[in-house]
């Protein structure tokens, strides 16, 4: 049992982080209602947890777990079929190529920008790969941590870790150009696809 620990105090600690993972895996039109009915969950089992693992890694396997739930549910399926694309999510302008009134500024819009077109390469991946490239790169839980919340061998993380890096690697490679600004920025824009001309038959 939490002896230190009272759900308002865990509610006001965990909540934004719960909240920006959930948006992360789900999306953020179901993120807020789904980070209720994780912490619905929390308050509920609080009494029963033993303490074997850390406080954080037990309530993201609250969350991850209801995640994956939502995603299996023919609801959530539909909706991504029908509308697979969060609104804000779109490249097609580049703040690389923003008038340079103010570097700083220019920098944190940058940055945005390039954290947008990776979390939406990230969003594709499959959906063990993504939980787990969030996890770790994202969240910052160590590989243990991570086999504890989804409930698999640290050796598998490893794996999983590996083939996502790997995935997500080369889909970057494939769909961006990658480069530095003149502020040492890493900075990327998204490739155009060129549609060559059709020949004649």
Partial sequence: MVSNHTFNEIFDEYHPRILRYLKRIVGSDDAED?????????????????GRSSLSTWIYRIATNTAIDRSRSAAYKYEMEHHPFEEGTSLESSGAKAVKSSPATD???IRKEMSDCINEFIDNLPPDYKTVIVLSDLEGFANKEIAEILNISLDNVKIRLHRARGKL??????????????????????????????TPD
């Fill in 107 to 109: 920098q944190l819009v």
């Fill in 34 to 50: 789904l980070s209720q009915e994780v912490f619905d969950k929390i308050n509920k089992g609080l009494n029963k947890f033993q």
């Fill in 169 to 198: 690697k080369k889909a970057l490679q494939e769909g961006c150009d990658f480069y530095y600004t003149e502020g040492s920025t890493l900075a990327c824009d998204r490739k155009q696809v060129q549609i060559l001309p059709k």
